[in-house]
């Protein structure tokens, strides 16, 4: 029962996660297409209702993947793999959905701007940096144990998990035109200090 209700929240979660990271990837078009394209989608998950249903889908993903990671059955290579990627998964998810609640709590435009501070200012980029591209890559891997699980097909498993870790490098790529990196605003940069716990984080500087 747990495992159906994680596989259909998980198929809801994958049509914001799809349109999501292909917001992402339009940062190698530059900011301006980054932030158009956030716009318009957030005409649709900034809906009262789109954006209640995504947050309880986000939740329920996290509470009932960490129930079936206690589930004590032997586990096969391909079955970890699964656990593990849904394991950051759902940590990532907790951080980062909280991180833009907290920052439109402060009245922040959570945009492009809210990720990029992250990946452009030292050291925090060090980071920031791996953060985000493992959550591209466990989301990969995540879909290609499972669809491994089910189909028993190697070769599209290999791809989609390929495809996921070629998308990850390029929404860093993106962000941080390519290691040569991007302008922060000042209200960005105060975020990243204010909200670092630690004195060698809160003293990150941007490198641009
Ligand atoms: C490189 C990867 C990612 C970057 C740079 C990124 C960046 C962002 C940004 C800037 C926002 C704020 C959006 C807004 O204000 O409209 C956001 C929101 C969000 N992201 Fe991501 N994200 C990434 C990956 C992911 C992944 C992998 C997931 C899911 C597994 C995810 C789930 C969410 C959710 C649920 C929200 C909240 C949407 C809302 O209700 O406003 N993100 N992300």
Redesign the pocket.
């Known amino acids: 029962m747990v495992n159906r209700i994680h596989y259909f929240s998980g198929l809801i ?1 994958s049509v ?2 799809a349109f ?2 292909s917001n ?1 990837l339009f940062s190698l078009f530059g900011v301006a297409a980054h932030i158009e394209m ?1 716009t318009l ?2 005409t649709v ?2 809906h009262i209702i789109v ?1 209640t249903v ?2 309880l889908t ?1 939740a329920f993903q996290v509470v009932t993947g960490i129930k079936l990671l206690f589930n004590k059955r032997k586990k096969s290579m391909v079955e970890k793999v699964q656990l593990y990627s849904g394991l950051y ?1 759902s940590l ?2 907790i951080i ?2 909280a991180a ?1 609640m907290y920052g ?1 709590q402060l009245q922040l ?4 701007y ?2 990029a501070a992250g990946m452009n200012m030292y050291p925090i980029n060090l980071v920031f940096i791996p953060y ?2 493992f ?2 890559v466990a ?1 990969a891997l995540h879909l290609s144990s499972l669809h491994y699980l089910k189909t028993k097909s190697k070769k599209v498993s290999y791809g989609i998990a390929v495809i996921g870790i070629i998308v ?1 490098i390029l ?1 860093i790529i993106g ?1 941080t035109n390519a290691l040569k990196w991007r302008e922060v605003p000042a209200e960005y940069q105060n975020f990243i200090c204010i909200s670092s716990s630690s004195n060698f984080f809160r003293n990150s500087v941007v490198l641009r």
């Not at 435009?109 to 492009?112: A, L, S």
Request: proline share 0%; net charge positive; charged share 15%.
């Open positions: 979660l914001f996660i999501h990271l992402q956030m989608l957030r998950y900034r954006e995504l947050l986000v998964l990532f998810l980062h959905v833009v439109r435009d959570t945009n492009f809210f990720a985000y591209f959550a591209v989301i990850a929404i962000y």
